[in-house]
């Protein structure tokens, strides 16, 4: 017989008791009655800490308590106290529990992700013994309270057992409904010390189960099957008692008196917010626009990229009236979008973006007290104006596409920062973010803080942190998270009152659609690395959250899918703002989701920011005090440092998929551009000047030229302005070291970007038509495909996807560039100064030595990242499969030809390449292999597949070449069998067999030649995502010319789209309407 009771609030006032019992008929109690465990065993970790970080280079932060389970549970009623009693009781799924499972160093994994835990883990029963004077004569109850349980959906089991017998099995209590969408809340886990909602179980323990002497009951908890073996199921307990009555402990719910805690923290009586569907796109940028397009030869591929990204549905600005329910309905869009509500200081206005059906998202303004709407004077036709905040002196900062670029990592638009200067009527970028800016807000010190997504030459999921700037550009700092890497960090806004503490979304690795994730407080940072700062609010498994408005150091109003709500920072939350049940089911019924929540109260205006950029300027000025100050500089010293090379990270007009293929193989997503190098004094000093408002990165060059350090980012100065730096990438909290002398580099005039002999500056570079050239004269001739020095050919031919030559020499670790890695790599790692290909340009290979421009060119195109394709129209050209936002298309996936191809490997090959040692059943992909499957071979060098993929052995340039027409051509014939190699299947090109291979790769040759032509053919025109792009964006007219060059197309688009002011026409009349 059970008997329970599950104290679950409906409403935020309810106080609800249980049954009284007498203390006296305990036969033991651990723990005391009061919504709370903080009397149990809590380790001396703190998991929120280590949820959010840790390294594990370090002390594993869950040694204790994995330590402790391993040992099991055992409590011995006389012996032990509820200190030692864990407050919280692992069920399945619980790394913090698992002493099986250790986190090695990153430095030994090829991605972070590979340090997740698996799951699947139960753990053991919890026993208790204790001793009876005498055989009871009546039944006892086994009494367990509970303070929270994780997943709070989950249907978790414990069965009680009398010395060994199994009594009753039961659910923990806590039930979503409805009325009730969060029984518990999933924090005690992380806050031990905290309350949570009482809820109790008693258990009828049969007389005939116990004995005079020593007993022992034990319980084991029993996972939800239904639930991912991944995720973490575990509960807390309030307490834990044998009694002669049956009655729980009265225990009070605390959840009333906190819930009128929250309410009087929103400080007003209205909240308005906004209802829109769910995006079109599963990224959290992804939420405006349209994806990229294509011309894919595949009908349900372009189908795919040729949709919106923005949310359908319909779209809504309501106004709630706490105290009454009263909801008002300020826009009401059935077609279109609305979204990003803001209140102005005085709280009389709300601002806000609104998409009509067929347009793009334009910001409007509605006057509170009169209800009129005016369009705010400041969009362009053609792109989305989001996210909008005001600025003192009544300027608008906001996030805006009309920087004509796409995300070089999938196929959306992206948007960048954004100020309308009121007073001149003019829009300017105050960034030079080649990739997104979320959420800016500006702080009570004038600045603003933002969200920065940027991954130069690194990762492309790991890194999206908080960044401050001033409000025209100037200054940009991180500020939290930029070297902790696989997390998200957005919609920070500063708490009230507070000098230097933010509310915030926070999600894990790549984050989630619409912003949804944890909340988040940051107080005061010591320093963009200061983890002690940041503490992750929402409980285990709540990631459903998004758009969190700061009420007060405690409390921000937030919401979820369907409401609206308080949470505070201990992860309890609060769900006493009603919707009226009608709008509420209109949204259900419509599939709109509430979000961001704001009050409309008024808040004190920031400091007015004084602008010392002199707008008619081209370029600003760099003092740098020392070169070898930074972070992972090894040994490096001052001295050392001889130049910097100068380069420009570009935007992308069009992309069209997860990776970063063709432009790299493993490396860079977006092209980069020298400009040239400026001079380092022996002091480490420099001083020069830039071009203004681009997005630069430089790299530490040493005596030979050579790259000691890339900055694997980029960075941006304004126009006119004068910045000093300690060094490069320095820690943020150090103080510049001593100055015994005045700096050398400042007793001269700033220096000008000196070109490069040998290299042409401003331009990409392009492996085919820069780096082959000097392969064939220097190294084709033994690297080639008779001879097959080392197994490698350089000679000139394009594989399937990539330059044959390129992939050699990437798969025999010639090239080092970033890796798909975290960035900040140590000196000497990062392109010519780590690359074996120079080494052996330079004379150490075969004392064959390069001319000094040749190697100048090689060094500065490994220094941009070894890039292999040098033009946006790259991105679905020239390729005989290629990918759509991580969906291959094979456009040889049907042929007759690779039908007959396959059958010859098969009779004459699969006897040797079987299992890892196979040939390719397609020269577009095997179809075996896996998405993006470079990445693999790189991961295994080892790999057979390696030298057996698509790109290893078939060559669309020259089909003869092709390694699976050479290796088993007799040697008689002009092939490499024999001799002890590879044997001799074909004796002669005239072999039949040979014949239908060729014929397949020149089908392939022929189709790529004639029907997507490679960006740099004579015969190119521009066709999908870069027509596209490039006629919306003004490039290219009506007309499709003859003699189309896609790099100087490139460049008219780098000229255009770059950080331009957008001069407006007059401003607009009002278009008030009621």
Request: glycine fraction near 8%; charge should be neutral; aromatic fraction near 10%.
């Amino acid at each position: 017989m059970i008997s329970r009771i599950h104290f679950a609030a409906g409403a935020v006032f309810a106080c609800l008791f249980a049954a009284v019992s007498a203390r006296a008929e305990n036969v033991f109690e651990i723990g005391r009655p009061d919504a709370s465990a903080a009397e149990f065993h809590d380790f001396g970790v703190d998991f929120n800490a280590a949820r959010f970080y840790f390294d594990e280079t370090k002390t594993d932060p869950y040694e204790a308590p994995k330590k402790f389970f391993a040992a099991g549970v055992r409590y011995e009623v006389g012996k032990n106290s509820p200190a030692d009693f864990p407050f919280v009781l692992p069920v399945s799924g619980c790394e913090w529990a698992d002493a099986s499972f250790k986190r090695r160093p990153e430095s030994e994994l090829y991605y972070p992700w590979d340090n997740r835990y698996r799951g699947g883990k139960t753990f053991g029963p919890a026993s208790i013994s204790f001793k009876l004077g005498a055989a009871p004569q009546k039944p006892l109850y086994f009494k367990m309270g509970f303070v929270d349980k994780a997943p709070a959906s989950a249907d978790i089991k414990i069965e009680v057992l009398a010395n060994g017998e199994p009594v009753e099995t039961f659910s923990i209590p806590y039930k979503q409904t409805a009325e009730n969408k969060y029984p518990c809340f999933e924090n005690i886990l992380f806050n031990p010390k905290t309350w949570g909602i009482p809820a109790g179980v008693s258990v009828k323990i049969p007389a005939s189960a116990l004995k005079a002497g020593e007993n022992e009951i034990s319980f084991r908890a029993i996972p939800d099957p239904k639930k991912s073996p991944r995720a973490p199921q575990w509960f807390a307990v309030d307490y834990i008692c044998l009694s002669g009555e049956p009655e729980l402990p009265k225990v009070e719910n605390p959840l009333g008196r906190e819930g009128e805690k929250a309410l009087a923290a929103l400080g007003c009586g209205k909240i308005a917010f906004t209802a829109r569907g769910k995006s079109g796109d599963i990224h959290w940028y992804g939420n405006f626009g349209r994806f990229a397009g294509s011309e894919s030869f595949d009908e349900k591929i372009d189908a795919m990229m040729d949709r919106p990204a923005y949310s359908v549905g319909g779209g809504k600005l309501a106004l709630l009236d706490v105290n009454t329910g009263e909801l008002e309905i300020l826009v009401d869009d059935p077609e279109g979008g609305v979204r990003d509500p803001v209140v102005s200081c005085d709280a009389k206005k709300i601002m806000y973006s609104h998409r009509k059906d067929g347009e793009r998202y334009k910001i409007f303004e509605i006057d509170l007290p009169s209800r009129k709407i005016r369009q705010m004077p400041f969009w362009e036709e053609g792109y989305d104006d989001i996210e909008p905040a005001y600025l003192p002196g009544g300027d608008i900062v906001f996030v805006s596409s009309r920087c004509r670029r796409m995300v070089p990592c999938w196929g959306v638009d992206v948007a960048i920062l954004h100020r309308y200067y009121a007073g001149e009527n003019i829009v300017r970028p105050i960034s030079a973010n080649v990739d997104q800016d979320n959420s800016p807000w500006p702080l009570a010190d004038g600045k603003i803080i933002y969200m920065k997504w940027e991954y130069a030459q690194k990762n492309q999921m790991n890194f999206h942190s908080l960044w401050k700037k001033d409000p025209n550009g100037a200054n940009d700092m991180v500020f939290f998270g930029n070297d902790i890497p696989n997390h998200l960090y957005i919609d920070a806004k500063q708490i009230p009152g507070s000098q230097n503490s933010y509310t915030l979304t926070f999600s894990d690795w790549h984050g989630n659609r619409d912003h949804l994730g944890r909340v988040a407080f940051l107080r005061n940072p010591r320093n963009p690395s200061d983890v002690s700062a940041f503490s992750i609010a929402s409980g285990e498994s709540l990631a459903n959250f998004s758009y969190p408005f700061p009420l007060s150091e405690n409390y921000a109003l937030v919401s979820d899918f369907d409401s609206i709500l308080i949470m505070d920072d201990k992860g309890h939350i609060f769900q006493n703002i009603k919707l009226p049940k009608e709008f509420s089911e209109e949204l259900k019924r419509k599939k709109l989701e509430i979000k961001s929540p704001v009050p409309v109260k008024k808040s004190r205006e920031g400091k007015l920011a004084a602008d010392a950029c002199d707008y008619g300027a081209d370029d600003a000025t760099v003092a740098l005090m020392d070169a070898a100050i930074g972070r992972n500089m090894g040994s490096v010293k001052s001295s050392d440092i001889k130049k910097l090379l100068v380069s420009e990270v570009l935007p992308l007009a069009c992309h069209l998929t997860g990776g970063m293929e063709p432009i790299t193989m493993l490396g860079t997503f977006s092209l980069e551009r020298p400009l040239g190098t400026v001079k380092v004094e022996d002091d480490g000093s420099a001083h020069f000047k830039v071009p203004a408002n681009r997005a630069l990165s430089f790299t530490a060059l040493d005596s030979d030229g050579k790259a000691i350090k890339k900055m694997q980012s980029f960075v941006n100065f304004m126009p006119g302005t004068v910045t000093s730096c300690i060094g490069c990438h320095e820690r943020r909290d150090m103080a510049p070291p001593p100055i015994m002398h005045k700096l050398k580099a400042l007793r001269r005039p700033a220096d000008e970007i000196a070109p490069i002999p040998g290299v042409d500056c401003g331009e990409v570079p392009d492996f085919a038509r820069d780096i082959q050239p000097i392969l064939t004269k220097y190294c084709a001739g033994c690297h080639n495909p008779s001879k097959f020095a080392a197994k490698i050919d350089l000679t000139p031919g394009m594989g399937p996807m990539f330059a044959r030559s390129y992939y050699a020499l990437y798969m025999a670790r010639q090239l080092s560039d970033g890796l798909n890695r975290n960035g900040n790599m140590p000196p000497y790692a990062f392109g010519s100064g780590a690359s074996g290909l120079l080494k052996k340009l330079e004379g150490g290979h075969h004392a064959k030595r390069a001319a000094a421009e040749e190697l100048n060119r090689v060094k500065t195109w490994l220094d941009t990242g070894a890039i292999h394709a040098g033009s946006i129209a790259a991105a679905e050209s020239g390729m005989l499969g290629s990918y759509y936002l991580n969906r291959f298309a094979a456009r040889d996936a049907n042929w007759r030809e690779i039908a007959d191809m396959n059958a010859v490997f098969k009779e004459n090959c699969a006897s040797c390449h079987k299992g890892e040692k196979r040939l390719p059943d397609r020269i577009s992909r095997d179809r075996k292999e896996r998405l993006n499957w470079h990445f693999a071979f790189y991961e295994k060098p080892d790999s057979p597949r390696v030298r057996l993929s698509s790109e290893a052995v078939f060559n669309l340039t020259f089909p003869e070449n092709s390694a699976v027409l050479c290796a088993p051509l007799d040697a008689k014939a002009g092939g490499r069998a024999g001799k002890g190699g590879h044997p001799a299947i074909f004796k002669s090109r005239a072999d039949p067999r040979y014949q239908t291979v060729l014929k397949a790769v020149q089908k392939a040759k022929n189709f790529v030649d004639s029907k997507n032509p490679r960006y740099d053919s004579p015969n190119y025109k521009p066709r999908g995502a870069y027509l596209r792009a490039m006629k919306r964006y003004g490039i290219i007219g009506g007309e499709n010319s003859e003699n189309f060059s896609a790099f100087e197309c490139d460049k008219k688009y780098w000229d255009a789209a770059i950080n331009r002011p957008f001069k407006l026409p007059e401003p607009l009349n009002e278009n008030e309407k009621p």
